[in-house]
């Protein structure tokens, strides 16, 4: 598979808010969460990776093992309770995310040495592209 690693800068970001609609996240945290430059950070240690997205204003970070299903909680996101499983899907890192939002999930992948990620939830995709630090 693909290597992800490393530390990555946002370049474009497209319906970030259709996306936060979706998740019911409040007008007041859209209009913060959409000036920010978010940054990402992946990481692998052993068989697990570790992704922090950063800001100044908040951090997000989640880790997990391939193929593995784990409950992740989405603190400072939408702060819901989710059952998620990380597998790769040819060349793209996929995480499903099952909970009370349909469709919910992600997908990473490298194109012409920049990271693309695809945030899914309920028809709304949000696609942010990244470029190596
Ligand atoms: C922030 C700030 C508060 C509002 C929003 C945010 C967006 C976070 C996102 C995180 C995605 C993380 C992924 C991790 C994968 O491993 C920055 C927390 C909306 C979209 C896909």
Same mark, same amino acid.
Not at 26 to 53: M, W
Not at 112 to 131: A, I, N, P, R, W
């Given at each position: 598979?693909?290597?992800?690693?490393?530390?990555?800068?946002?370049?474009?970001?497209?319906?970030?808010?259709?996306?936060?609609?979706?998740?019911?996240?409040?007008?007041? +945290?859209?209009?913060?969460?959409?000036?920010? =430059?978010?940054? =990402?950070?992946?990481?692998?240690?052993?068989?697990?990776?570790?992704? =922090?997205? !950063?800001? !100044?204003?908040?951090?997000?970070?989640?880790?997990?093992?391939?193929?593995?299903?784990?409950?992740?909680?989405?603190?400072?996101?939408?702060?819901?309770?989710?059952?998620?499983?990380? !597998?790769?899907?040819?060349? &793209?890192?996929?995480?499903?995310?099952?909970?009370?939002? &349909?469709?919910?999930?992600?997908?990473?992948?490298?194109?012409?040495?920049?990271?693309?990620?695809? +945030?899914?939830?309920?028809?709304?995709?949000?696609?942010?592209?990244?470029?190596? &630090?």
């Amino acid at each position: 598979p693909a290597n992800l690693c490393g530390t990555w800068d946002i370049i474009s970001n497209v319906n970030l808010e259709g996306y936060m609609v979706a998740l019911g996240i409040s007008p007041q +945290l859209r209009k913060i969460a959409l000036k920010l =430059k978010l940054k =990402k950070v992946i990481e692998q240690q052993g068989d697990e990776y570790i992704i =922090k997205t !950063t800001s !100044t204003f908040r951090n997000y970070t989640v880790s997990f093992r391939m193929g593995q299903e784990f409950e992740e909680f989405t603190r400072g996101l939408d702060n819901r309770n989710v059952k998620s499983l990380v !597998t790769w899907e040819g060349n &793209k890192m996929v995480c499903e995310q099952i909970g009370e939002k &349909k469709n919910r999930g992600w997908a990473h992948w490298i194109e012409d040495d920049k990271l693309h990620l695809d +945030l899914f939830c309920e028809g709304e995709v949000c696609s942010q592209v990244f470029k190596k &630090k």
